[in-house]
């Protein structure tokens, strides 16, 4: 039997059964499975741990197992999976037709979580208050990362992360245009104004339920909101996620009055469903990562690179030569060069070259503006460390900045400031270990030295 149909079957039957399709790791055990492989190598040719893949395979089993009516297991998987193809091609009258395979009508089956057929599938948007795209620079790679996750591994919750004004809502709104057929309900929701968790809840429910008749207690709108995304295929994008964060405590820490949404979060990572939550956002959460790994995802946006021209274009500047110089000045950052060379359009007629002749970064009063917003987020250790950074001529090392700071704070306060750092996206992602600020915010931290100068 070819490994590829009785992939396909698996896949399918899940499907039917749980609304679930087989994830990748999923797949690429049950295909080592087929093929003879030990879990240890199938763990080594994937750079994963083998307690990893033994604890998914086990997953794996119960599910067909529950499917199929029948105990699976690593030995007796492929002999039960092409038993049941056969079974269903010889068989007539006795069995109900799921896309191309079949379960037999005397079998209890679960509910199905949500419509099978594409074609009598309905989708619903809810993105009135959305913004409007109106350029969209590269991120084409970002974008197939996302779809790919959303659609194949289906994820329960993706962190998209990034400095303020790097893109990251543009690539939300695009994703949401390549991918809309792909669920039944996508609802897209702000949280800049930091609205209570009941208020949240109870104006995203009322996108899902008809009539709109939502529970008025916390406990009861949580178990509608799962109940739904247990019976639907769901993507939810929530935006500005920063400002439920507090102030002054490193990143990614839920304001104690907004607790709610994290054990929301929570709730929808770690209990079974088919639909996802995209988490928009300048600030990593805290347990972005440690809550069950294996059905979350995160993305970090960096700059835009050679996509950045565009930009450039746009505002018709001259000196195309000195394209490239200007983009790696403000590390491709969308939002930074749209200012700069607007001000470039302004004041030197549209002159890459007359700009340039200025050796110091030169930051708009907008940029100005909204690095000041950001850095009054950070605990005085990171300030410290900020500063720190921002005076040295070359990159800094993790060793000299603890050796720096230890008259002041502790091991452990140090090195949790650097990691609130990077999940801040001040720090530049260096795969030497080096630590760098992020050179338009560094820019700026250097012209308040010389302001206080």
């Known amino acids: 039997m070819d490994i590829a149909e009785v992939l396909k079957l698996a896949d399918e039957l899940l499907f039917a059964y749980t609304g679930d399709r087989l994830d990748h790791l999923q797949a690429t055990i049950l295909k080592g499975t087929l093929q003879g492989q030990k879990y240890a190598k199938i ?72 419509p099978l057929s594409k074609s009598t599938q309905k989708h ?86 008809s009539p709109p008749v939502v529970p008025n207690t916390l406990d009861r709108q949580v178990d509608l909101l799962l109940k739904f995304l247990r019976k639907h295929r769901c993507l939810i994008v929530i935006d500005d996620v920063q400002m439920i964060f507090e102030n002054g405590q490193f990143a990614g820490q839920y304001k104690s009055e907004h607790e709610g949404y994290y054990l929301l979060f929570k709730q929808i990572a770690e209990l079974s469903h088919a639909s ?38 746009d505002k018709e500047l001259s000196d195309e030569q000195m394209w490239d110089t200007l983009i790696e000045k403000y590390c491709g950052h969308p939002l930074w060069l749209e200012m700069t060379a607007t001000m470039i359009q302004e004041l030197f007629a549209g002159s890459i070259t007359e700009f340039l002749s200025y050796p110091s970064l030169i930051l708009s009063n907008e940029i100005v503006s909204q690095l000041s917003r950001i850095l009054v987020r950070l605990t005085e250790s990171e300030k410290q460390i900020v500063n720190y950074l921002a005076k040295q001529e070359k990159v800094a090392i993790l060793v000299e900045v603890l050796q720096k700071m230890s008259a002041n704070y502790t091991p452990e306060i140090i090195l949790n400031a650097i990691r609130s750092l990077k999940r801040r996206c001040f720090l530049e992602d260096n795969r030497d270990g080096s630590l760098r600020l992020d050179r338009t915010l560094e820019a700026y931290v250097r012209s308040l030295f010389a302001d206080i100068a």
């Open 43 to 114: 763990a080594a040719e994937h750079h994963l741990s083998e307690g990893h893949v033994r604890d998914t395979a086990s997953e794996l089993w119960q599910k067909l197992s529950e499917t199929l009516g029948e105990d699976v297991n690593k030995l007796n998987a492929r002999n039960i999976l092409e038993k049941f193809i056969i079974s269903n091609s010889v068989s007539s009258g006795n069995f109900i037709s799921f896309h191309e395979v079949s379960i037999c009508s005397k079998r209890k089956r679960l509910p199905k979580p949500y």
């Open 124 to 209: 619903h948007l809810d993105i009135d208050n959305a913004p409007e795209i109106t350029a969209f620079y590269g991120r084409y790679e970002e974008l197939n990362t996302l779809k790919n996750w959303l659609i194949q591994d289906r994820p329960r919750i993706i962190t998209l992360v990034g400095m303020i004004g790097i893109g990251k809502t543009t690539l939300a709104i695009k994703l949401i245009e390549e991918i809309k057929t792909q669920f039944e309900y996508i609802v897209y929701r702000s949280v800049r104004y930091c609205p209570t968790i009941d208020t949240f809840l109870t104006d995203l429910l009322q996108s899902f339920v």
């Open 276 to 313: 996802s939550l995209l988490l928009v956002t300048s600030e990593q959460p805290e347990d972005a990562n440690a809550t069950r790994y294996k059905f979350t995802r995160c993305l970090k946006l960096a700059g835009l690179g050679d996509s950045a021209k565009q930009i450039l274009k």
